[in-house]
Nanobody, 124 residues
Framework: QVQLVESGGGLVQAGDSLRLSCAAS????????GAWFRQAPGKEREFVAA????????YYAASVKGRFTISRDNAKNTLYLQMNSLKPEDTAVYSC?????????????????WGQGTQVTVSS
């Protein structure tokens, strides 16, 4: 099990960039797959991006592909989400998730470790 704490959210304007961070506890984070999900008010949680453990294969939702980049720094036990060209429809609470020896899955059920989330608001 790992504990996850997100940071980096905030209020930005459309077209701006933002980088989210997800700090993980423990010494074996390099063996965890990581992912970002988001939930807008009144909507279900949706997948954003994921990265596998080991080779670090990535997978993105179609709505963010080409604008967002997921990465990890195992030495710092941190997962990142670089968000460029932000749009008002990107407004949501962003949560990171992790799974031991996981793949770059887009399914919430494949992750057992979750952070509390950080708010991202994009104004038009």
């Amino acid at each position: 099990q790992v504990q996850l704490v997100e940071s980096g959210g905030g209020l930005v304007q459309a077209g701006d960039s933002l980088r989210l961070s997800c700090a993980a506890s423990g010494r074996t984070f390099n063996r965890y797959a990581g992912a970002w999900f988001r939930q807008a008010p009144g909507k279900e949680r949706e997948f954003v991006a994921a990265i596998s453990w080991g080779a670090g294969s990535t997978y993105y939702a179609a709505s963010v592909k080409g604008r967002f980049t997921i990465s990890r720094d195992n030495a710092k036990n941190t997962l990142y989400l670089q968000m460029n060209s932000l749009k008002p429809e990107d407004t949501a609470v962003y949560s990171c998730a992790a799974e031991l020896l996981g793949s770059n899955s887009h399914l919430t059920s494949d992750y057992t470790n979750w952070g509390q989330g950080t708010q991202v608001t994009v104004s038009s």
